[in-house]
């Protein structure tokens, strides 16, 4: 079976936004969604990349950054129904693979570990994660180096994560504990509990 063509693909991707944000009640409405002309852009600079015209790649990225707050390096490589909610401050880098149906929100970071050490590392290495199908990604959540994302894993918000996590795993940061004034000789405090999958 063929893969679908670019336009295929954009339709699918503007669906997607208003299956998965509730906020958004028809395409006419999806079109203005923050993050889809980030996704938009990278799927044209993505094919641009791969027929060696990385200088014009390059460029798309950057004026959909300047755009919309999202940089995903065009050699990254995207899945279908990628959905990105919100958008701002979200960074994919150039050898990161996101998997079909991937739900990323704010300020996800899917980088490197650092050049002092990727330096090092045989040329054509992947450097970046590798996103599992179906996976959620929370807010403010960082997955560094070249770690794999199990299909169905759920990354809470907050969480750094550099090991992989395995098919179905919840890796989940911790929330803030409260502690509330004290009042005569008693001390109330609330326990940790685990982060939810994304604060959306």
């Given at each position: 079976m063929n893969p679908p063509g670019l336009?295929?693909?954009?339709?699918?991707?503007l669906h997607t936004v208003v299956e998965r944000d509730p906020s958004v009640r028809?395409?006419?409405e999806a079109l203005l969604h923050p993050a889809l002309p980030a996704v938009w852009a990278h799927r044209v600079a993505r094919r641009l990349h791969t027929r060696g015209r990385r200088m014009t790649a390059r460029l798309i990225m950057v004026l959909a950054r300047a755009v919309t707050g999202v940089e995903i390096h065009p050699g990254a490589e995207l899945g279908r129904k990628v959905f990105i909610d919100h958008g701002s401050g979200v960074v994919i880098g150039e050898t990161a693979v996101v998997g079909d149906n991937v739900t990323l929100y704010h300020q996800v970071t899917l980088g490197a570990v650092g050049w002092w050490r990727d330096n090092l590392r045989p040329a054509g290495q992947r450097r970046h994660p590798m996103v599992?199908?179906?996976?959620?990604?929370g807010a403010n959540a960082t997955i560094l180096g070249p770690v794999t994302i199990g299909d169905g894993a759920v990354i809470g918000a907050q969480s750094l994560i550099v090991t992989d996590v395995p098919a179905g795993a919840r890796a989940l940061a911790p929330t803030a504990a409260l502690k509330l004034r004290q009042e005569?000789?008693?001390?109330?405090?609330?326990?940790?509990?685990?982060?939810s999958a994304g604060s959306w």
């Open positions: 336009l295929a693909v954009l339709r699918e991707d028809s395409a006419a599992g199908e179906g996976v959620v990604i005569g000789r008693q001390t109330y405090e609330l326990l940790r509990h685990n982060a």
